[in-house]
């Protein structure tokens, strides 16, 4: 399995960008997705996620601005990402796992995209 970001860019505070990750090989048993970011000197951070169910999950604070969701093939992520904020600057990651009993952790992925920066200012 092989996941490629993209969309990455830098922004004004304020304005939206929409992240896509293409997954390859991926094994029809992969059941979740996500969206996972990383600051300079912070901890990689769940954002949004997709269990097998097709339920999302965002963290509380991006709620109401991104929205996660996944082609029918599950092959294709995105993250829509809306009234950007300075905080929201960092690296961001796509992941796949098995079963994730919390689509949010970093925990239950085992596979990850080299990830796309997005730069508020």
């Known amino acids: 399995v092989q996941l490629v970001e993209s969309g990455g860019d830098s922004v004004q505070a304020g304005g939206n960008l929409r992240l896509s990750c293409v997954a390859s090989?991926?094994?029809?048993?992969?059941?979740?997705m996500g969206w996972f970011r990383q600051a300079p000197g912070k901890g990689r951070e769940g954002v949004a996620g997709?269990?097998?169910?097709?339920?999302?999950r965002t963290s509380d604070s991006v709620k109401g601005r991104f929205t996660v969701s996944r082609d029918n093939a599950k092959t294709t992520l995105y993250l829509q990402m809306n009234s950007l904020k300075l905080d929201d600057t960092a690296m961001y990651y796509c992941?796949?796992?098995?079963?994730?009993?919390?689509?949010?952790?970093?925990?239950?992925?085992?596979?990850w995209g080299q990830g796309t920066q997005v730069t508020v200012s």
């Open positions: 997709i269990g097998t169910d097709g339920i999302t």
């Open positions: 090989g991926i094994a029809s048993s992969t059941d979740c």
């Open positions: 992941a796949t796992g098995v079963y994730c009993a919390n689509v949010l952790s970093p925990n239950e992925y085992d596979v």
